[in-house]
């Protein structure tokens, strides 16, 4: 069992749980998830390590209520446990000593994920950009831990409430533009976003990483649910990922994917 030390209320529907996982803390890497189960009858959940803390043997998880299991699992408290929780799973993020500028994307919720990253990116010595987006301030979440993760951090907001008016994609132009020289793009967040996100990398042939949580079930490629293309091959995000080349993946057929089910999800949610 799983215990819930933490539990705040970060935006609406959006959730934080420091959970008790030592052995988890003790092996977790930036860019790996876990997979849980809220109880017996429940699906397996996988979501992105947003922090661990090894001294205290605790994970950070960051998710939203929007489907039956995540909401299933907003209603636990501090104090409740977590039936079933496997990690780390995936491989994690490539990072070496003084590789350059990284920039660091997170749209919306993204900005958890990717936050381990960019705080391994800088303590490996090299000068982190973070850029978060949000639709609108309110929303906008891990502001404070990115800032304690990069050297510079950049906002955006769809409505110009907070930041630069505009998407990720525009703050990362404006870099782009002031002759910035960008070792790596790191973009996790929704699938359209790291599309867009993608594509303005191209044409300058900036090597361009994301990461895809596509459905999964077992998280040890055994399924083969998790297959995304990449290039002329077909991957499991669940062992070969989760974080692939950006410029090689296909985001419409990983779009089609991942809305096989959603009349079996709304019935769920009903």
Known sequence: MFKILKKKVLSPDVFHFDIEAPRIAKKAEPGQFIILRVDEDGERVPLTIADFDREKGTITLIFQAIG???????????????????????????????????VCIGGGNGAAPVHPIARGMKEAGNHVISIMGAKTKDILIFEDE???????????????????????TTALQQIIDRGTEIAEVIAIGPVVMMRSVAEATRSYNIPTVVSLNPIMVDGTGMCGGCRVQV??????????????????????GLMARQRMYKEQEKDAVE
Do not use: Q, W
């Open 68 to 102: 039956a299991s995540t909401r299933l699992l907003a209603a636990l408290n501090e104090g409740d446990s977590i039936l079933d929780l496997v990690g780390p799973l995936g491989k994690k993020t490539h990072i070496e000593p003084d590789m350059g500028t990284i």
């Open 146 to 168: 990115m800032n304690a993760a990069s050297d510079e951090v950049i906002v955006t907001t769809d409505d110009g409430s907070y930041g630069i008016k505009g998407f990720v």
């Open 231 to 252: 290039g002329d091959d077909t991957k499991f995000a669940c062992v070969d990922g989760p974080e692939f080349d950006a410029h090689k993946v296909d985001f419409n």
